[in-house]
């Protein structure tokens, strides 16, 4: 099956601790993206990246680091910066960027702090 | 503030038609979409419509765009228990990036 598989569904993090959601496609999109939802609140946009080993900083990236080593795998790291945590997560990816910017989400990682 | 707004709740009786309506900020917009999500799921993508569009419709759903008033609506008709779920507005910023809405709960009532 195509799509997009995140993992865990479910994440705890520690005080302190720097966390890693994973993202992975098998859709050969060339760009991938990480939101952020809040209840009551759009999605917001944390890193994307538009081809391997490039990305840019969204609108929050500030507590957030990602990398881009291969097409298929954009996986986020929530640092110990990131002082409020507590969210869910939404990994996406679009054949390539340009005139019709077409996102396909994935099912969602939900991560709580213990 | 929101460059998408939307109002946050509406319910409907199974059967009837639903309208959610979404205002956006940015006239240069080219492309507007919708989005469904399902409680614990990610967003599946249920319609967009381009900005030289007036109407768009596939099976039971209408897509109205008001490109002077800056006014997108997702009308359902014949809404059914399945169509509970966050409907979610967004508008297209620039190639890698698009604006999304804060969402309307879709409550369907028997």
């Known amino acids: 099956d195509g799509g997009i598989t995140q993992s865990p569904k479910y994440l705890f993090r520690k005080e302190g601790q720097n966390v890693t959601l994973s993202c992975e496609q098998n859709l050969n999109h060339d760009a991938m993206y990480w939101y952020r939802q809040d209840p009551g609140q759009g999605l917001r946009l944390i890193y994307y990246?538009?081809?391997?080993?490039?990305?840019q900083k969204g609108d929050i990236a500030e507590g957030y680091s990602v990398s881009r080593e291969k097409k298929e795998s954009f996986p986020l790291t929530v640092t110990s910066a990131q002082k409020n945590p507590t969210a869910f997560y939404l990994c996406?990816?679009?054949?390539?960027?340009?005139?019709?910017?077409?996102?396909?989400f994935g099912a969602g990682t939900r991560l709580s702090v213990l | 503030g929101e460059d998408v707004e939307q109002s946050l709740f509406l319910s409907v009786r199974e059967g009837d038609s639903s309208v959610i309506n979404c205002t956006y900020t940015d006239s240069s917009s080219t492309y507007l979409y919708w989005y469904k999500q399902e409680p614990g799921a990610g967003l599946q993508l249920l319609t967009y419509i381009f900005s030289n569009m007036d109407m768009k419709q596939d099976q039971r759903l209408t897509v109205l765009l008001n490109k002077k008033d800056k006014h997108l609506s997702l009308r359902i008709a014949d809404t059914q228990t399945g169509d509970s779920a966050i409907y979610f507005c967004?508008?297209?910023?620039?190639?890698?990036?698009?604006?999304f809405g804060a969402g309307t709960t879709v409550t369907v009532r028997a």
């Open positions: 967004a508008e297209k910023r620039n190639d890698y990036k698009l604006s």
């Open positions: 996406a990816s679009s054949p390539q960027g340009g005139q019709k910017n077409i996102q396909y």
């Open positions: 990246s538009q081809i391997v080993n490039d990305f």
